[in-house]
């Protein structure tokens, strides 16, 4: 009997890759219409957002849950500052040194810390993280522990600093949407899921993780970079605080691991609802944000995002679906957004 082909239709990505493309345009091109407060608040989102999304390939999608931003970003952020500072080279040089330092950090440590497992490996990113906050405290060509100061002449700021903020968190979005849609991401998301039946499957365990540890380091190194030029200090009680991996991890936890979207959630709820309204009262800030996590992780594991597509979304389609398609697509629909 002759079987009808199944109708194939458009790459699923292809339309969330178009939007992104729109908004990272958008978004360049405001640059010279808002003001420096604008601008530096901009620029504080986007690197959030870009930290945000590089734990999530890491963590959401490959299940390796790591602690170790900060020493990522505190390697970008370095090389850049030395590179200006030592040498007579141009910031976007700096700036590219800090994806290749990250990467080649990411390289050296991958040997010791894939051989780890999860809670293992979470606490080994975190040693590591430690262990460059106090190298660099005590590096005399870094500055030490009064760090570096950059030479202001030489680095980009105000709109250029911004537009340079948006294409790093574009990428590192980018990254996120091609995970989410491509057969690398189902691969990574079986390595997640059953390790042993993914290698048992021919899935290449250790390259895939490997895959996902290289690229993310080099974004985090990059946004490193951004808070050098942002801040023009860069210090070890700064740039390589394990506040940042916390961050990391607070933020794509609340929003959503796993999703494409849930880290725009989780920035805009961590630091613009809680950091940036709470700023004058810290400790109350940090206890505000304790008790969110225990609450997410307890009631919404899966994150915000995906607990607002069932609240909101779900109700829609199923006064638009008749009830007879409703129990068949509704929760195909339904799971669609939440990964979205």
Not at 59 to 70: D, K, T
Not at 156 to 163: A, E, H, I, R, T
Not at 299 to 309: N, R
Request: charged share 10%; proline share 6%; hydrophobic share 55%.
């Amino acid at each position: 009997m002759k079987t009808r082909p199944i109708p194939r239709g458009k790459p699923a990505g292809l339309w969330p890759a178009a939007t992104l493309a729109l908004l990272t345009v958008i978004a360049f091109a405001l640059a010279p219409m808002l003001g420096l407060g604008q601008l530096d608040l901009g620029v504080t989102l986007l690197t959030y957002l870009a930290i945000a999304q590089a734990w999530n390939v890491l963590a959401g999608f490959s299940g390796q849950i790591s602690l170790g931003a900060a020493a990522f970003m505190a390697t970008g952020g370095y090389t850049t500052a030395l590179l200006l500072v030592h040498t007579d080279l141009p910031w976007p040089v700096a700036l590219l040194g800090a994806g290749v330092g990250a990467m080649l950090l990411a390289l050296l440590l991958a040997v010791p810390l894939l051989r780890l497992r999860g809670d293992y490996f979470a606490v080994g990113t975190l040693a590591i993280s430690i262990a460059v906050q106090a190298l660099l405290s005590n590096w005399n060509w870094a500055g030490g522990a009064s760090g570096l100061t950059l030479p202001t002449e030489r680095i980009p700021s105000g709109g250029n600093l911004y537009q340079i903020a948006v294409v790093v968190a574009a990428l590192s979005m980018a990254l996120t949407l091609y995970v989410r849609h491509s057969a690398f991401g189902l691969r990574l998301a079986a390595v997640r899921d059953n390790e042993p039946a993914a290698a048992g499957l021919g899935v290449p365990v250790y390259r895939h993780r490997l895959a996902a540890l290289v690229p993310t380091s080099a974004l985090t190194g990059l946004a490193g970079a951004v808070i050098a030029f942002q801040f023009v200090v860069i210090s070890p009680d700064g740039v390589a605080s394990v506040n940042w991996s916390l961050n990391a991890v607070l933020m794509s936890v609340v929003g959503g691991a796993g999703t494409v979207l849930g880290p725009v959630v989780g920035v805009g709820v961590v630091y613009y609802g809680l950091t940036r309204l709470l700023q004058d009262q810290q400790t109350l800030s940090l206890v505000i944000e304790g008790i969110l996590l225990i609450l997410i992780v307890r009631f919404a594991p899966q994150g915000a995002w995906p607990l607002i597509c069932r609240a909101v979304r779900l109700p829609a389609a199923r006064r638009r679906v008749p009830p007879a398609a409703a129990d068949t697509g509704s929760d195909t629909d339904t799971r669609t957004l939440e990964h979205a």
